[in-house]
Nanobody, 114 residues
Framework: QVQLVESGGGLVQPGGSLRLSCAASESSFSIYHMGWYRQAPGRQREFIAKIPSGGNTWYADSVKGRFAISRDNSKNTVYLQMNSLKPEDTAVYYC????????WGQGTQVTVSS
């Protein structure tokens, strides 16, 4: 069973930045297309960014131009650099492969508030 461990969340003021990390206990991590997701209270989980095993990244319109996804296959880790944060970015953030075949981790809470 692959374990996903997200970290890096916290409380930040509007306009601030955070960098999230997600470590996966999968030895073949490099072949997986990875994604970041978020879930705000009372809302469905939202797919916000994708990084293939090779190729171009993709972003939801809600985060395009502000967030950047990257990966380090040597560390089995995917990152999400979040800049120009807005209150509407407040959510629990998760990672998974884009087929969502791994069990979800606990996520990391991001709260954007003054």
């Amino acid at each position: 069973q692959v374990q996903l461990v997200e970290s890096g969340g916290g409380l930040v003021q509007p306009g601030g930045s955070l960098r999230l990390s997600c470590a996966a206990s999968e030895s073949s991590f490099s072949i997986y297309h990875m994604g970041w997701y978020r879930q705000a209270p009372g809302r469905q989980r939202e797919f916000i960014a994708k990084i293939p095993s090779g190729g171009n990244t993709w972003y939801a319109d809600s985060v395009k131009g502000r967030f950047a996804i990257s990966r380090d296959n040597s560390k089995n880790t995917v990152y999400l650099q979040m800049n120009s944060l807005k209150p509407e970015d407040t959510a629990v953030y998760y990672c998974n492969n884009i087929a969502q075949t791994w069990a979800w981790g606990q996520g990391t809470q991001v709260t954007v508030s003054s």
